[in-house]
C-alpha cells in the first residue's frame, strides 16, 4: 500500500450539505477499491490564484490515504466526470 494525499477544490456555488456529499463521495470512492482515508482537512472557501470557469473562489479539500497503485487513476477519472471539482491533484508521498 502505497501512502497519497489529494488537493481538490469543489465549486463554491454549492450549500454546506452538497459540498460535505462530494466530499463523502470522493473518500467513499477510496474505500469501495481498497483504499482507507486517513485524514480530511476541509479548508473551506479561499480565493483562488486565477479565475476557473469564471469563478474566482472554490471550497478547497486535502485528504490523505493509503492505497495500490491503481487507484489514483481512478480517482482522477472520476475527478474528470464530476462536473462540481474544478481542479484536484494526486501525489504520492514517500514512505
Known amino acids: 500500500m ?3 494525499e489529494v488537493l481538490y477544490v469543489i465549486t463554491p ?3 454546506e450539505e452538497t459540498t460535505a456529499a462530494v466530499i463523502e463521495k470522493f473518500a467513499g470512492i477510496i474505500a469501495a477499491n481498497g483504499g ?3 485524514k480530511t ?3 473551506g472557501k479561499r480565493r483562488l490564484a ?3 470557469d469564471y469563478k474566482t473562489e472554490g471550497y478547497y479539500v486535502l485528504a ?3 492505497a495500490g497503485p491503481d487507484l489514483p487513476r481512478e480517482l482522477e477519472r472520476n475527478f ?3 462536473e462540481r ?3 484536484y491533484m494526486v501525489i504520492r508521498k514517500e514512505d
Open 2 to 4: 502505497n501512502l497519497y
Open 13 to 15: 456555488e454549492l450549500d
Open 36 to 38: 482507507e482515508v486517513t
Open 41 to 43: 482537512d476541509a479548508w
Open 50 to 52: 486565477y479565475p476557473i
Open 64 to 66: 490523505h490515504f493509503s
Open 80 to 82: 474528470k466526470i464530476d
Open 85 to 87: 471539482i474544478l481542479r
